[in-house]
């Protein structure tokens, strides 16, 4: 087991690995992931990815932390969620609009949040998934 200190990555960095840990799991529950940061002039979504026939828009919010939050903190300090905010939301809701007419997609999709921390002294992971957070 390789252990690795993250304690002094970027905060790009730490968003990066918290991307590919979110991708990672996604496949894991079953998801394909169809597309990665896609930009438009609208905003970015981090992930799509497709499960059952449903796209699913995916916004990942990583945080470094010292150990991973318990349940009654998550709510707190810890939480990356508190950067899912109503008018990121709405980015990512137009963006995705933008994807399905672009790709032509006629089949259910969805706006979904992945939660991950990242503990800095070894680099592992904790995700909480929030399905339709729109």
Same mark, same amino acid.
């Given at each position: 087991?390789?252990?690795?200190?993250?304690?002094?990555?970027?905060?790009?960095?730490? @968003?990066?690995? =918290? %991307?590919?840990?979110a991708?990672?799991?996604?496949? #894991?529950? !079953?998801?394909?992931?169809?597309?990665?940061?896609?930009?438009? #002039?609208? !905003?970015?979504? +981090?992930?799509?990815?497709? #499960?059952? !026939?449903?796209?699913?828009?995916?916004?990942?919010?990583?945080?470094?932390?010292?150990?991973?939050?318990?349940?009654?903190?998550?709510?707190?300090?810890f939480d990356?969620?508190?950067?899912?905010?109503?008018? #990121?939301? =709405?980015?990512?809701?137009?963006?995705?609009? /933008?994807?399905?007419? %672009?790709?032509? /997609?006629? =089949? +259910? /999709?969805?706006?979904? @949040?992945?939660?991950? /921390?990242?503990?800095?002294?070894? @680099?592992?992971a904790?995700?909480?998934?929030?399905?339709?957070?729109?």
């Amino acid at each position: 087991m390789k252990v690795t200190d993250i304690s002094s990555f970027s905060t790009k960095a730490i @968003g990066d690995l =918290g %991307e590919e840990t979110a991708a990672t799991y996604l496949r #894991k529950q !079953g998801f394909s992931i169809v597309d990665r940061n896609v930009v438009r #002039k609208t !905003g970015e979504v +981090d992930i799509i990815a497709r #499960k059952t !026939g449903t796209l699913h828009f995916v916004e990942v919010k990583s945080r470094l932390c010292r150990e991973f939050p318990q349940d009654e903190d998550r709510d707190t300090a810890f939480d990356p969620s508190a950067n899912l905010h109503n008018a #990121k939301i =709405g980015k990512i809701a137009r963006t995705s609009e /933008w994807y399905v007419a %672009e790709k032509n /997609w006629e =089949g +259910d /999709w969805q706006i979904d @949040g992945l939660l991950v /921390w990242l503990r800095a002294r070894d @680099g592992a992971a904790f995700v909480s998934y929030l399905p339709q957070i729109l």
